[in-house]
């Protein structure tokens, strides 16, 4: 299976800020195709996961131009800046390239 | 809008089984493949199965942790898609999402189950 390793565990922000999280698998994401099955969610106390960032870099309907995406291979950056009260919450990597699907650990987006 | 809803779950016992259902409205169904997620009380998320469009056979995929007890299929005609649970243990408490597959772009708002005696 592919491992998928997020860090942070836990990222303190203060609102305003910018933070980075990484997210690393243990083998490579580019698909037969050439794409890379690589996304980002935030799941909020109590509600779905709901998604931000697919394909690495591409923003999700109706995200801010604030969240960006990069990366390639087995490397990963999802960034935020200028952190807003909305943006808290827990983000997951997801990869789909290979089976099974896996999951980052996650990252506890929290204030300072 | 795009809507999906679980529902099917509950306090089960050990052993037994239940059928999980994602009704959905708002896009259309046939076209997409289809997947199930769940999330252990306070932990990550886990990919459970998924199954694919009539383009792609209907063809079907399921995480190692649930593989022979879990069957995915789905009804194109009423736009749902259903999880069969079998041989339930403790450790398939959670929170069962429905997601629409290749980007997981949309969710349920989840179904919890609880395996207990």
């Known amino acids: 299976d592919v491992l998928m390793t997020q860090t942070p565990v836990s990222l303190p922000v203060s609102l305003g800020g910018q933070v980075s999280i990484s997210c690393r698998s243990s083998q490579s994401l580019v698909h037969s195709d050439g794409n890379t099955y690589l996304h980002w969610y935030l799941q909020k106390p109590g509600q779905s996961p709901q998604l931000f960032i697919y394909?690495?870099?591409n923003r999700f309907s109706g995200v801010p131009d604030r969240f960006s995406g990069s990366g390639s291979g087995t490397d990963f950056t999802l960034k935020i800046s200028r952190v807003e009260p909305e943006d808290l919450g827990v983000y997951y990597c997801l990869q789909s390239t290979h089976f099974p699907r896996t999951f980052g650990g996650g990252t506890k987006l929290e204030l300072k | 809008e795009v809507k999906l809803e679980e529902s099917g779950g509950g306090l089960v016992q050990p052993g037994m089984s239940v059928k999980l259902s994602c009704a959905t409205s708002g896009f259309t169904f046939s076209d997409y493949w289809m997947d199930w997620v769940r999330q252990a009380p306070g932990k990550g998320l886990e990919w459970v199965a998924e199954?694919?469009?009539?383009?792609?056979?209907?063809?079907?995929y399921y995480g190692k942790s649930v593989k022979g007890r879990f069957t995915i299929s789905r009804d194109d005609s009423k736009s749902i898609v259903y999880l069969q649970v079998n041989s339930m243990r403790s450790e398939d408490t959670g929170i069962y999402y429905c997601t629409t597959g290749y980007y997981f772009d949309y969710w349920g708002q989840g179904v919890m189950v609880t395996v207990s005696s």
């Open positions: 394909r690495v870099s």
């Open positions: 199954i694919r469009n009539k383009l792609n056979n209907y063809a079907t």
